[in-house]
């Protein structure tokens, strides 16, 4: 079978990067990091709202927050070498993920309140991780972490952000990288589900603004993260390293003086 047979396919899931060098790239990609950028804004954004309530509207766009942070794991588990799952950069990636959730809990309880019927967002990171580690690398260990974290997904459901579907987003877009764009629309799918309601899709359905812009967003952020991911990025796109994790408890406790000062 020829490759241009191979990528009509829908049923297969092999995992290709896009004919861009820069996207293939081992070391950095102007492209990731322009989701990571994304990523980020977006996420301080949603956040305003805790400080300002009249800017609540500011939730919608915040619903690209975390597809796009799936995507850039999604994408960096992508670029690494199959059967290789307890590498150092790997391990390194888990353990900050881990660390990161723990040390941003207080924050996060702080700003959203201590009553928050979840934890913050890392956990579900982390676990979601576990899950692409086994898509990814097919190795019996790598399966057995994906399985266990879907156990403890399902456990934890109530308290876990986005619940078991966030949980599998990253290994859903990691199969939608470089497939062709109607396979996208299975992880939009998936963050439709995590996040909607029928009251709210009956409310889109009727015509309502509010809803309709939520769904499209909710259904449109892993679509446009996959569609920045595969661009040719011509311009300088500062790098997001690991001053990256320092940015969610930072800008938690930011918010919070913030809210303080304002208050």
């Not at 991780?129 to 399985?147: D, F, K, M």
Request: charge should be positive.
């Amino acid at each position: 079978m020829d490759s241009s047979s191979k990528s009509a396919n829908p049923c297969d899931f092999s995992l290709s990067w896009p004919d861009s060098a820069e996207v293939r790239s081992p070391t950095r990609s102007a492209a990731l990091d322009l989701v990571k950028w994304l990523a980020l804004l977006t996420m301080l954004l949603d956040h305003l709202r805790f400080v300002w309530p009249e800017v609540s509207g500011l939730f919608v766009p915040g619903r690209l927050a975390f597809p796009l942070f799936c995507l850039a794991i999604a994408a960096n588990v992508h670029r690494t070498q199959r059967g290789e799952v307890f590498s150092s950069a790997n391990r390194r990636y888990a353990v900050s993920l881990l660390a990161f959730a723990l040390i941003s809990e207080i924050p996060h309880r702080l700003l959203v309140g201590a009553d928050s019927a979840t934890v913050n967002v890392l956990p579900t990171l982390a676990l979601g991780l576990l899950v692409a580690w086994g898509a990814h690398h097919r190795t019996a260990s790598s399966i057995v972490l994906a399985v266990l974290a879907l156990i403890a997904s399902i456990v934890l459901e109530r308290w876990i952000m986005y619940g078991v579907l966030g949980v599998l987003l990253p290994a859903t877009l990691l199969m939608a990288i470089g497939r062709p764009r109607r396979i996208w629309l299975l992880a939009s799918a998936l963050y439709l589900l995590a996040n909607c309601s029928p009251e709210l899709l009956r409310d889109a359905v009727v015509g309502e603004l509010y809803p309709l812009l939520l769904v499209g967003v909710l259904i449109g952020a892993p679509v446009l993260g996959l569609w920045l991911l595969g661009r040719e990025v011509n311009f300088s796109t500062p790098q997001v390293g690991r001053w990256g994790y320092w940015f969610y408890p930072a800008h938690l406790l930011a918010l919070c003086l913030a809210r303080w000062l304002c208050g």
